[in-house]
């Protein structure tokens, strides 16, 4: 069996990454986070990972054009017991510090209306990579001096959705089907601010795998406890497009920096609350 290079389409796409019906769909995943100092010093596992993307796929009837919204929650888990960590003590200055587990309240991607797919009879795959040089919107503030200096943030990230075939197809994608996708990601990119590494160079690398599925009760019983007890906005994914800026490290970082300097439980809550669209 072999792979065979083809373009798909955008709503193509949507099938795969999510629906055309615009329903809330999960990819649980989990994986590992390492870093590579470039220095003298030696790689590390540093963390184990354990998250959940939560999105839909929106149609602009105006345009046509179709958007990926959606919010996202990454643990940061002890790679010896699995835990999630509430400190960490950093291995190269010895500190000890509050643990800022992801949580994007917004994020969206507009889909390209062409997309390249490799193509086999029965399990086929997308790839979606991404390399960024972008400012540092915390390097020219004095006190995150020790936690993000860089003047430009540079990473690459690598997204490939492994599915059945006849999914392209379908004109309806059937629960098993919808149950099938999986994704594999791999990033390097820039330490996280939290992690207070005072300009060392080097950078993180993340690589974690996961899978698709359209209800809420199937995800890990962590996931869902954190969700339903401290971040019921987090249930579903956006409704629309909204009126404000996408979340970042660096972003979430700026305005929950007083939090986690007061040792705030992380994520933080995330309680219901009206969301203004485009």
């Not at 960590?85 to 991607?109: A, C, I, M």
């Not at 400012?135 to 004095?142: D, T």
Request: contains cysteine; aromatic residues 12%; proline residues 7%.
């Amino acid at each position: 069996m072999s792979l065979a290079k083809s373009t798909i389409t955008d709503e193509q796409f949507v099938k795969v990454r999510c629906s055309t019906d615009g329903r809330t769909h999960y990819f649980e995943a989990t994986g590992s986070m390492y870093a590579q100092p470039m220095d003298d010093d030696e790689p590390l596992h540093l963390f184990d990972f354990l998250g959940v993307d939560i999105s839909r796929c929106i149609k602009d009837e105006a345009t046509s054009r179709w958007t990926l919204v959606s919010r996202k929650i990454t643990l940061y888990l002890d790679r010896q017991t699995g835990a999630i960590l509430k400190s960490w003590q950093n291995p190269w200055t010895g500190e000890t510090l509050n643990v800022l587990h992801r949580s994007y309240d917004y994020q969206e991607f507009q889909i390209p209306q062409k997309l390249i797919a490799y193509i086999a009879s029965e399990i086929s795959y997308i790839s979606l990579d991404f390399n960024a040089k972008l400012p540092n919107q915390l390097a020219n503030n004095p006190k995150y001096a020790d936690y993000s200096p860089e003047e430009y943030l540079r990473a690459s990230d690598s997204y490939k959705f492994i599915f059945p075939t006849k999914m392209l197809d379908d004109a309806e994608v059937s629960p098993s089907e919808n149950r099938s996708v999986a994704l594999s990601y791999y990033r390097m990119g820039p330490w996280e601010p939290w992690m207070k590494m005072k300009g060392k160079p080097g950078f993180l690398v993340l690589n974690y795998t996961g899978s698709k599925t359209d209800l809420f009760e199937e995800l890990d019983p962590t996931i869902k406890t954190i969700i339903e007890e401290r971040m019921p906005l987090f249930r579903e994914a956006p409704s629309c497009r909204l009126d404000r800026s996408i979340a970042t490290s660096w972003s979430r970082f700026e305005e929950q920096f007083d939090a986690y300097l007061r040792g705030e439980e992380f994520p933080l809550p995330a309680p219901m609350k009206d969301e203004p669209c485009l």
